[in-house]
């Protein structure tokens, strides 16, 4: 890593897409030059939620990419660094107060598994003031 700093110390570094560019275009600014694919493909949905966030004032907002840790790819078993692909958007969300809209690419759960019945509801304070059930 080091090697790699000395050897480039001022590197041109850039953005991917401007701030004024489309929800849609910057979405497809990552894939392209980040993730390598060809294309994006947005569901009904996504294009449904794309255009109410623009009507909301929030079009100008930089945009996050949910997808496999496990590949560059929306599709976690394809390996590599594979080309000709295209980008499925499923949906997006709207983070307001972080900033930024989120686009869920392929298969994504974005939260862990909750279990049915919350922990907390096994917490009590017993009569001599202790915490039970932690």
């Keep these: ?16 897409y401007a701030l004024e560019d489309s929800p849609e275009e910057k979405i497809r ?13 947005l569901s009904d949905r996504a294009r449904e ?10 079009g100008a907002l930089p945009v996050c990419i949910a997808k496999t840790q496990y590949s560059l790819t929306d599709d976690q078993k394809r390996m590599g660094a594979p080309t000709g692909w295209t980008l ?5 969300l709207l983070s307001a107060g972080a900033g930024f809209l989120v686009a869920v690419a392929g298969n994504m759960m974005l939260m862990p598994g909750l279990p049915r019945n919350s922990r907390a509801l096994s917490i009590d ?3 001599d003031g202790n915490i ?3």
Aim: glycine share 6%; hydrophobic share 55%.
């Design 88 to 92: 499925k958007i499923n949906d997006v």
């Design 49 to 58: 939620q794309l255009a109410r966030y623009v009507d909301w004032g929030f």
């Design 132 to 134: 039970i059930g932690v």
């Design 29 to 41: 600014k990552v894939a392209m030059q980040v993730y390598g694919a060809a294309d994006i493909a």
């Design 1 to 16: 890593m080091i090697a790699a700093i000395e050897a480039n110390p001022a590197p041109n570094i850039h953005p991917a």
């Design 125 to 127: 304070v017993d009569a």
